[in-house]
């Protein structure tokens, strides 16, 4: 998928019930039962608290204004004041309460997730972008959160308040009650006119948000070749479009957004208007109380707040339908298949493992049809080493990732000392196994810490090791030596210092199996000789896989293996193959000729 289709994919979604995600989400809500109970029953608390303040008011009226009595005024004076700070205190706790659940769901969520994560087979991230990945962990999650802090229960205190305000105008008056109800059409139409409009405004605002972050994203990732290439003017003029599409969409939200919140109004000021209209004659009339319509007014005064805010929050509920959707859709993803046979025959330690590693008719693909591998079989002795050479693409890498099961192959059989690798645990295999891959990763933090990938080892003992192996000129160019502070993905180092630190955690970590993927394709001849001489000496006791273009560096091995188009074409010592005049002597001869060329 491209960059910009990722990135504008659909943001709300289309149902705002689906009672598969809300079952989930109450599942992580279930966890704090008791304060999510005690909100609820807060929100219902205020709710009633609020809705004697009118109560009160017509109280004092009636039975204190009216009649001169200074004692009931004095008392509902002091009810109200004793009612709103009650529900003013309550408001705090509650909304305290409820944000620390949401805080909790989320962490809970994303941990869950990053755990899920973890267990993903490496052919999941092959097919989706870091970004995606990222963006389900921290943002989806957020928008859930929101639901928690702006959402659900503000909402769900909005419907008590609609609730208790029409239970208590019926009760102070149903005729009055009826003729405040005359209104509601009109607001049912309002809603759905400007409800439905914000809704597509608001998705073509998160669409276009997501175009600028897009193009952001590449220009920024790809700045080198955009300034290189002169490309600055044009992507300027580029982005300029693109953002103010952006802020079009914005306008237009804006605008009903203003015209939506007066014509709430206007409806609440024709339902006073009616109510004022009737109640006052019925007033005079003598079938109503001074108290009663005054209460009256001050209800359909507090009705038409919450039902605007339902309308609006319309699009965070969306927004967090669609967030969940998309988290718990990663969270479905399945885990990887491990085929690790229960029970193994026999259990794997450094130190008793010999370090045979045997290919039986092996067949792999990375996705369903197209095997790269293609009935590869081979012995490597404990203690060989052996190279794997072949034209770009022709299945040296894979070879190295099926080994270490990275991926699982579809045919044949691997063997470690005799025992398959499926009965092997993925644990105890990377553990006697190691590999330098061809593009290195390093993480921020300084040189040691890339060494040791955080594992407690004493710089005593790491640089005693670097020094046996004749490495310490590569530490003594780094500024600061162990201390040296390495950029993210290692941006502040060359090719070849990265390579020397890749190979530097492959030592310190002590396999018995070392296998190295174009090693040392990056470094001048002086490095390259010193590094060839640290190999050598690292890989003398165990067994390796090496794979190298410049074929010097494996004259020495054992066993060459070339390979072609996924296929085993020949293996033998490099005189024996030089001698039957197959690819690899093809191979060497034109790698000769270019060396000459190239160093002459
Ligand atoms: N993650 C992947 N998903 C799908 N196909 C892949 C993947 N990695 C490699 N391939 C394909 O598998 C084939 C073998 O790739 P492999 O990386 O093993 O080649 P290689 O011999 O290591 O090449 P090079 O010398 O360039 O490193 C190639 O055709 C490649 O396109
Ligand atoms: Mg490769």
Redesign the pocket.
Known sequence: MDKEAFFSEDILADKLYDRAVIKKLLSYVLHYKASGLLSIFMVLITTVLFLLGPYLFGYAIDHGINKGDKAVIYKAALAILVTETLRLILMVVQSYNIQSIGQKVMLDIRMELFHHVQTLP??FF?KNPVGRIVTRLTNDIAAIGELFSAGVIVVVGDIFIIIGIFVAMFMLNPKLALITLLVFPIIVVIALWFGSRMKNSFREIRRKLARINAYLNENITGMKVVQLFNREKKNYTKFDGINDDYLQEQVKYIRYFAVFQPAINMVSALAVGLVLWYGAARYMHGFLTLGILVAFLAYIHDLFDPIRDIVEKYNIFQGAMASSERVFGLMKEPAEVDYTIPNPGKELSKRDFKGEIEFQNIWFA??GS?Y?LKDISFHIEPGQSVA?V??????????T?VLTRL?EIQKGTILLDQIDIRKIEKVGLRYVIGLVS?DVFLFAGTLRENITLFNPLSDAKMLGTIEALGLMPFIDRMAKGLDTEIAERGANLSVGERQFIALSRIIMYDPRVIIL??ATSSMDPISEVLIQNAIQKVTQDRTSIL?A?RLSTILHCDKIIV?NK?EKVEDGSHEELLRSGGLYSQLYKVYMKEELVGHG
Do not use: A, R, W
């Not at 072949?390 to 070879?399: E, P």
């Open positions: 490496i052919s092959d990375y996705n197209g790269v794997l072949g034209v770009t693409g022709s299945g040296k890498t894979s070879i990732s991926y061809q993927d174009e794979i273009h390979l996924g």
